[in-house]
């Protein structure tokens, strides 16, 4: 097999994490150990970059600069929410081939891996010799042919770092506390709050995921029956939590207003608070409970500083560097993936864009209980290796004084 020779191109796409620029970082440096890529060129917001041409010379960049971007949040060339249609990965490809890029490396989600299934077609349609490999990256965690993304776990780090902080607040003013955490099919970052219990009475006492059909009934009875035992209730809710007709719960508690849509047509869920304070104000209407309060963690789940899970940034450098080598010295088109080996070690393979691209991957049944309010140990084995080690805290521990 000839050695494929050219320009490699990357592009980051989607929502920002706390990681996305080891992966960035990850393509830049391996691609400096083959010669055969000639320079490395930086679009800037993602696929709209590449149609305009918007470039950035990286392969310019100093080792030190490169290591500093590495460690700060968010993605360094900036993204976009673009959808990759047909016509546009056509645009894309013919920026491509004048240019002379002959690797295209992607960082993203779903659309990310279906923009480089698009523009690997075109390309091999058109004669033109491309390597198109998908870096993956989501806090949802919602990648298929992968045991885990990079940035789920720095970003699950911190729903956890959160709830544990939440209970400590919810214990010395006792009430009920929603906490709406991000996921609009898949719940595990929203079951990455149950990473926060540290005693056997912490919350958070109920965590609701898409992946089970929300019942407001239920869901007041189960509030209530956690209050009336514990005199407060901690709760994690999913943005995606749906009625059974799959129909996303925040249209339903609006009765028919208009809701906001994103630039995919989906109802915004994130940015805005107001599911928690609807089901805040389901459980004041339904119930005696007086001290009701939510919060919408939203973007700071993403890209917050200084919240990182060390194996979350070491796999996500290490997802950036493998994509370079199986494209350059595998000469294969593809999508990067986890397996995870053992308790706990990691391996990379690539699989077939077409395995990945536009397909969502939900939490197995076996890390959610039966209830539907709750997650199992499955999940918390599932997660800790991923999150890491969370802040110590602890309780005053002195017996009580007997009364006269």
Same mark, same amino acid.
């Given at each position: 097999m000839s050695t494929l020779q050219g320009i490699a191109l990357v592009a980051q796409g989607g929502g920002p994490t706390a990681v996305i620029n080891q992966s960035l970082v990850g393509v830049v440096n391996e691609s400096r150990h083959h010669p055969q890529i000639t320079k490395i060129y930086g679009a800037r917001h993602g696929i709209r970059g590449v149609v305009k041409a918007d470039f950035l010379d990286l392969t310019q960049t100093t080792? +030190?600069?490169? %290591?500093? #971007?590495?460690?700060t949040p968010a993605s360094a060339l900036g993204s976009t929410r673009d959808k990759p249609t047909p016509d546009y990965c056509k645009d894309m490809l013919a920026v491509i081939q004048k240019y002379g890029v002959r690797y295209f490396f992607y960082i993203g989600g779903n659309d990310s891996s279906d923009t480089c299934r698009l523009v690997n077609a075109y390309a091999t349609a058109a004669g033109y010799d491309l390597r198109a490999v998908h870096v993956p990256k989501t806090i949802d965690n919602d990648l298929? %042919?992968?045991?885990?993304c990079p940035g789920f776990g720095s970003a699950a780090k911190f729903v956890a770092q959160a709830f544990a902080g939440v209970n400590m607040d919810n214990r010395a003013l006792p009430g009920v506390y929603i906490g709406v955490v991000m996921g609009r099919h898949a719940g595990f970052l929203t079951a990455a709050a149950a990473l926060a219990r540290q005693y056997p009475d912490d919350g958070p006492h109920l965590i609701y995921l898409p992946e089970r059909p929300f019942d407001p009934k239920r869901f007041v009875a189960d509030v209530k029956? #956690?209050?009336? +035992? +514990?005199?407060l209730c901690v709760i994690a809710v999913s943005e995606g939590i749906s009625g059974k007709d799959g129909t996303p719960f925040i249209s339903s508690l609006m009765k028919g207003k208009a809701v906001e849509r994103d630039a995919h047509g989906n109802v915004q869920l994130s940015g805005t608070g107001a599911l928690g304070d609807l089901l805040a104000n389901l459980i004041r209407d339904k119930t005696d409970i007086k001290r009701v309060r939510s919060d919408t963690l939203g973007y700071l789940q993403r890209s917050f500083l200084g919240c990182v899970s060390e194996s979350d940034a070491v796999e996500a450098r290490e997802v950036g560097a493998k994509a370079v080598q199986f494209a350059a010295m595998g000469q294969r088109s593809g999508s990067v993936s986890i397996r995870r080996i053992g308790d706990y070690a990691v391996d990379y393979v690539l699989v077939p864009l077409e395995a990945v691209a536009a397909k969502t991957r939900h939490m197995p049944n076996n890390f959610m209980n039966a209830a539907g309010n709750h997650v199992t140990p499955a999940f918390l084995n599932y997660a800790r290796p991923l999150v890491g080690p969370l802040p110590a805290f602890a309780r005053i521990a002195a017996p009580a004084v007997a009364k006269r």
């Open positions: 080792a +030190r600069n490169l %290591e500093q #971007v590495a460690g298929m %042919e992968t045991d885990h029956k #956690v209050y009336d +035992r +514990r005199g």
